[in-house]
């Protein structure tokens, strides 16, 4: 799940200045888990930027789908043409995607921070740096590019204290775990598995995930 | 010949300071400078090794280098007349406004790129790689074992290092 922060409000008032309709889009999954973009906050926003014509509010199941954003925005397309400009309670992947398909100006509600696991409402946590070179199958399930601050793929390091991280000394190192979770599951020889350095290729922006025609 | 303690100046502030500091210490011992001053090491070489009577050593941290600036200081350590390199991952802290941290490699890759030059012969067969042990629990050992099975020269240890490594181990201790 993408995880997303609500910008400062008075930010939001600055940037929609120039605007007089605006339309306020919501996105119903990450955002709405996020309690940054869902129908309660898309409301708030209505209400934040009362000042202003607000000509359409609207949910999208998955704005960063632009078949989906596509298909809801036909569904106001009245409202879509008068508007000025659209408030976006969505990642920056669903705000670009609502910018490409609608053609009009785009304000970005939200900051987007990681790609998260949630443990229940209100508890994000990452575990994936989306690096393109998963080490997972020989880490006993833990990402130390992620969890190690250092992100280091063949620790610990000599910082390690103990077996507590030096840069976070309220946590375990995660080689340290990794190491304890590797022997409890018969497979300590994984530990010591050398991790080439990361191919940089894999995570060089933009990237593009293009399925071959057959 | 490989050392069995070193003394370690962590920061070079200033080339006249560092000549001081050192000119009061014993000398003959093997001296790790690290990077964490303002001075790069490499530029304070030359004038350390004429008032220096042991081997001098470069502490290689990983942080702040991505892989082709690490070979750089590899081969140019090598050039400059040190005697080998301690590599280490480098301390991470955390401040605001802080620069973009930046962990190319780590302490184990640094080893196979270091070894990898000895093999093509671009830095001497006779310079030192030795790393910085993680120091702790059983994962720390394992690993340490693995730097010494794998090419390194020492594994360097802040205290007392594992009986099991102690004939490939060298203390280190700040001056």
């Known amino acids: 799940m993408i995880v997303t922060r609500k910008k400062d409000p008075l930010v939001i008032k600055e940037l929609t200045k120039p605007f007089k309709k605006l339309i306020i889009v919501g996105c119903s999954e990450c955002a709405a888990v996020c309690q940054t973009g869902g129908s309660e906050q898309v409301k708030e926003m209505a209400a934040l930027l009362a000042g202003h014509e607000i000509t359409a ?71 994936c740096s989306q690096c393109g070179n998963c080490i997972l199958n020989d880490t006993a399930a833990l990402c130390p590019i992620t969890l190690c601050p250092r992100g280091i793929r063949n620790g610990p390091c000599e910082c390690i204290d103990g077996t ?41 922006t933009p990237r593009e995930e293009l399925w071959e025609k057959k | 010949m490989k050392p069995v303690a070193f003394l370690y100046l962590p920061a070079v502030d200033d080339t006249g300071q560092c000549l001081e500091r050192l000119s009061v210490t014993e000398q003959g011992t093997a001296l790790v400078l690290g990077e964490y001053g303002l001075l790069n090491p490499l530029a304070i070489m030359h004038e350390l090794k004429s008032s220096w009577e042991g081997d001098i050593y470069l502490e290689l941290t990983a942080a702040g280098k991505n892989r082709d600036l690490i070979k750089s200081y590899l081969v140019s350590a090598a050039q ?13 802290t955390i401040a605001p406004g802080m620069g973009k941290p930046v962990f190319d490699l780590d302490p184990a890759q640094m080893l196979k790129l270091a070894l990898d030059l000895k093999t093509k012969a671009v830095i001497p067969e006779n310079f030192i790689i030795a790393v910085r042990a993680p120091e702790g629990g059983e994962a ?30 060298a203390l280190i201790r700040n001056i």
């Open chain 1, 57 to 127: 509010t609207i949910s999208i199941e998955s704005p960063c789908d632009k078949r989906v954003s596509a298909r809801d925005f036909r569904r106001i397309e009245e409202e879509l043409a008068a508007a000025d400009a659209l408030v976006v309670l969505a990642c920056g992947s669903g705000a670009q995607a609502v910018s490409e398909v609608t053609e009009k100006p785009v304000i970005t509600a939200l900051d987007t921070r990681f790609l998260g696991m949630v443990e229940r409402l209100g508890r994000f946590y990452e575990r």
């Open chain 2, 140 to 169: 720390a050992l394992a690993r340490a074992r693995f730097f010494l099975e794998n090419g390194a020269d020492l594994a360097v240890y802040k205290n007392a290092p594992p009986e099991a490594l102690k004939d490939h181990a």
């Open chain 1, 164 to 204: 507590r991280c030096d840069v976070y000394p309220d946590r375990d190192c995660v080689w340290h775990t990794i190491y304890e979770k590797l022997k409890q599951s018969g497979r300590p020889d994984l530990y010591t598995l050398f991790h080439e350095p990361t191919d940089w290729l894999q995570s060089h």
């Open chain 2, 80 to 92: 400059s007349g040190f005697a080998g390199v301690v590599l280490a991952s480098g301390l991470f």
